[in-house]
Nanobody, 124 residues
Framework: QVQLVESGGGLVQAGGSLKLSCAAS????????MGWFRQAPGKEREFVSAISWNGANIYYGDSVKGRSTISRDNAKNTVYLQMNSLKPDDTAVYYC?????????????????WGKGTLVTVSS
């Protein structure tokens, strides 16, 4: 079983930056893909980004493309999401996800492991 704990959320002004982290425990996830989703109040969950086990394949949702960078450190069992030029529309709970490959994460269905989320609030 894998436990995922997100951190790094908070309140930031529009135009600012945040770096989210997701630390995995319980087993090594170095052979798993990892990713991020977000859910804003009253909206459906949205794919944000995914990274393959070795970092060779990276994907971004249209809403964050060009403003965010995903990375991972397998030695630390951790995935990161650097978010820049934040907008009020980025306000959401951000969830970490782990599954066997990036295609499964991007599909967003039956994800093997989810974190409990970290809240990002962007003020205008």
């Amino acid at each position: 079983q894998v436990q995922l704990v997100e951190s790094g959320g908070g309140l930031v002004q529009a135009g600012g930056s945040l770096k989210l982290s997701c630390a995995a425990s319980g087993r090594t996830i170095s052979t798993y893909a990892m990713g991020w989703f977000r859910q804003a109040p009253g909206k459906e969950r949205e794919f944000v980004s995914a990274i393959s086990w070795n970092g060779a394949n990276i994907y971004y949702g249209d809403s964050v493309k060009g403003r965010s960078t995903i990375s991972r450190d397998n030695a630390k069992n951790t995935v990161y999401l650097q978010m820049n030029s934040l907008k009020p529309d980025d306000t959401a709970v951000y969830y970490c996800a782990v599954d066997i490959n990036t295609a499964k994460i991007r599909a967003g269905n039956d994800i093997q492991y989810w974190g409990k989320g970290t809240l990002v609030t962007v003020s205008s």
